[in-house]
């Protein structure tokens, strides 16, 4: 079943290359088409290193929600396995934000602030 699988599934960056340019294909997965739609809290993390980390800023700027967003140095990747580093609680830092959504009670000096960045070198600073 798996080779019947592997042999069907087509290459990811041939579709891409097919779509190179802004078209029906990207817009069907695209936030900023439409901000309004989007009616349940954000939290969107990014990387310095990473080529989409300007998207943060225009998910918080757009959005009317209750968002966060998190930027440090790392890559496209998650902060708890961020390079170059440091690394944080990514984990942690999800958990504290949606515990208090799903059981509907705060969490004592947590919450849904602005924005959050980290510089090599610092802890976390919440806005």
């Known amino acids: 079943m798996w080779y019947q699988r592997l042999h069907a599934a087509e290459p990811w960056i041939l579709k891409w290359l097919a779509h190179q340019r802004r078209d029906d294909y990207w817009r069907r997965g695209s936030v900023c088409e439409d901000y309004a739609a989007v009616q349940v809290p ?3 993390s990014s990387g310095w290193a990473d ?3 300007n998207a943060v800023f225009r998910v918080l700027e757009h959005l009317d929600v209750p968002r966060k967003g998190l930027i440090g140095p790392w890559s496209h990747r998650y902060p708890h396995l961020g390079v170059p580093g440091p690394t944080i609680g990514y984990l942690q830092e999800v958990r504290a934000l949606v515990r208090p959504l799903a059981t509907g ?3 004592r000096g947590r919450g849904w602030p602005r924005a959050a960045h980290l510089n090599a070198g610092e802890r976390a600073a919440l806005y």
């Open 42 to 44: 954000v939290f969107a």
């Open 51 to 53: 080529g989409y980390s």
């Open 105 to 107: 009670r705060p969490q």
